[in-house]
């Protein structure tokens, strides 16, 4: 009598819409066991189908570990397109212990007739470019990048995050906690409401939070886009969920 055969180990680091909608896509695949790892960094986040796994690694060598104590056949980095670290450590883990990796990142936002964008390469890039555009600036680069604009006394901020913002913030600031999607509606009477001036954004992609884009657009405000730090080189790029999956099953094959 023939055994069933060994199950493929699959590692996402998740924590965005594509991770979980890839862990549920392959969660039906009798050929695959699927583990989600998420950074641990919101309070209640929001868990994909299947094993979860929260928390750190403890660096590249301690992922490195994790691939091979837990036998990992591919590693999918489904990371928000801004979690730097964690995308680095993971092409270093990849490669020392030799598995497959692929990163998911869904496309970046592009600028349409009326916007008035101006790019910006860091957190604090943005902080001294924003005042300079108004004085009442939203805020939507969540609540681990405040402290870039601590040290701002004059402008008034309001800032948008799912979990409550700690010190270091600026000294004129108002949180709100409030997760997307959002939609175009709510993102311009929030501008009306408290009266924005300058939004400042991370250019995230992500499709649940780009109408205030289109709210900034129909308003005339000046959105600040801080640009997406480099993908770590060599390392092969899914844009959705499916093509990941076609990926997987190709290299697992």
Same mark, same amino acid.
């Given at each position: 009598?023939?055994?069933?055969?060994?199950?493929?180990?699959?590692?996402?680091?998740?924590?965005?819409?594509?991770?979980?909608?890839?862990?549920?896509?392959?969660?039906?695949?009798?050929?695959? /066991?699927?583990?989600?790892?998420?950074?641990? /960094?919101?309070?209640?986040?929001?868990?994909?189908?299947?094993?979860?796994?929260?928390?750190?690694f403890g660096g590249a060598e301690g992922?490195?570990?994790?691939?091979?104590?837990?036998?990992?056949?591919?590693?999918?980095?489904?990371?928000? %397109?801004?979690?730097d670290t964690i995308s680095s450590h993971?092409?270093?883990?990849?490669?020392?212990?030799?598995? %497959?990796?692929?990163?998911?990142?869904?496309?970046?936002?592009?600028?349409?007739?009326?916007?008035?964008?101006?790019?910006?390469?860091?957190?604090?890039?943005?902080?001294?470019?924003?005042?300079?555009?108004?004085?009442?600036?939203?805020?939507?680069?969540? /609540?681990?990048?405040?402290?870039?604009?601590?040290?701002?006394?004059?402008?008034?901020? =309001?800032?948008?995050?799912?979990?409550?913002?700690? %010190?270091?913030?600026?000294?004129?600031?108002?949180?709100?906690?409030?997760?997307?999607?959002?939609?175009?509606?709510?993102?311009?009477?929030?501008?009306?409401?408290?009266?924005?001036?300058?939004?400042?954004?991370?250019?995230?992609?992500?499709?649940?939070?780009?109408?205030?884009?289109?709210?900034?657009?129909?308003?005339?405000?000046?959105?600040?886009?801080?640009?997406? %730090?480099?993908?770590?080189?060599?390392?092969?790029?899914?844009?959705?969920?499916?093509?990941?999956?076609?990926? =997987?099953?190709?290299? =697992?094959?």
């Amino acid at each position: 009598m023939n055994s069933a055969p060994a199950q493929r180990h699959v590692l996402i680091l998740g924590g965005t819409t594509e991770a979980r909608r890839l862990a549920g896509e392959l969660a039906d695949d009798p050929a695959l /066991r699927v583990t989600s790892s998420l950074a641990g /960094r919101v309070a209640a986040p929001r868990l994909p189908v299947g094993q979860v796994r929260i928390g750190g690694f403890g660096g590249a060598e301690g992922m490195a570990r994790w691939l091979r104590e837990h036998q990992v056949d591919a590693l999918i980095d489904a990371t928000h %397109p801004f979690a730097d670290t964690i995308s680095s450590h993971a092409a270093r883990a990849a490669a020392d212990v030799h598995v %497959p990796l692929l990163a998911l990142r869904r496309p970046g936002w592009v600028p349409g007739p009326g916007d008035r964008w101006h790019s910006a390469g860091s957190l604090a890039d943005a902080a001294r470019l924003a005042p300079a555009l108004g004085e009442r600036i939203f805020l939507t680069t969540g /609540r681990m990048g405040l402290a870039a604009f601590a040290h701002l006394t004059e402008p008034w901020f =309001l800032v948008r995050s799912v979990d409550a913002p700690e %010190p270091p913030v600026p000294p004129r600031m108002e949180a709100i906690l409030d997760r997307g999607p959002f939609t175009l509606g709510g993102e311009a009477e929030l501008l009306r409401r408290h009266r924005v001036e300058v939004l400042v954004t991370k250019d995230s992609g992500a499709h649940a939070t780009a109408p205030k884009l289109a709210a900034a657009r129909a308003a005339g405000i000046p959105v600040v886009v801080i640009q997406r %730090p480099p993908a770590p080189q060599d390392i092969p790029v899914a844009e959705t969920p499916a093509e990941a999956a076609a990926w =997987l099953r190709t290299t =697992l094959a």
